[in-house]
């Protein structure tokens, strides 16, 4: 009977802000409030037209720093591209062809295949 209230209890208690933000995820508010990282020029940059104009371009180069995945991501797009670059030449005449025949067209190719029953 206890513990069926209290489980109650704790459910509801995570609909409340206040216990949510303090009790429940406090370490991770602690740190996000106390340990966060600085924006690169870039970044404060592209924040500023935002807030100023609603709107701001940047480039991912520009926006990413070294130590993010971005360099590695587009190496593994890039060897994926030319892995696939007669299949994609094919998809593209396709595509090209078909703009006469109907309206609409396919926008995306799957890279991994199509989904079943698809």
């Excluded at 807030?51 to 797009?77: F, I, K, P």
Aim: hydrophobic share 40%.
């Amino acid at each position: 009977m206890a513990l069926t209230i209290l489980r109650k209890l704790a459910r509801t208690s995570r609909s409340f802000e206040f216990t949510f933000r303090y009790l429940y995820n406090f370490m991770p508010t602690w740190a996000y409030k106390f340990d966060r990282h600085p924006l690169s020029v870039e970044a404060v940059r592209v924040l500023e037209d935002l807030n100023r104009d609603g709107v701001a371009m940047t480039s991912a180069g520009a926006l990413l720093t070294q130590d993010s995945c971005y360099h590695e991501l587009t190496e593994t797009v890039g060897g994926l591209e030319r892995k696939l670059a007669e299949h994609l030449g094919a998809a593209r005449a396709a595509a090209h062809d078909s703009d006469r025949d109907r309206p609409e067209k396919e926008l995306s190719l799957p890279a991994f295949g199509r989904a079943p029953g698809a």
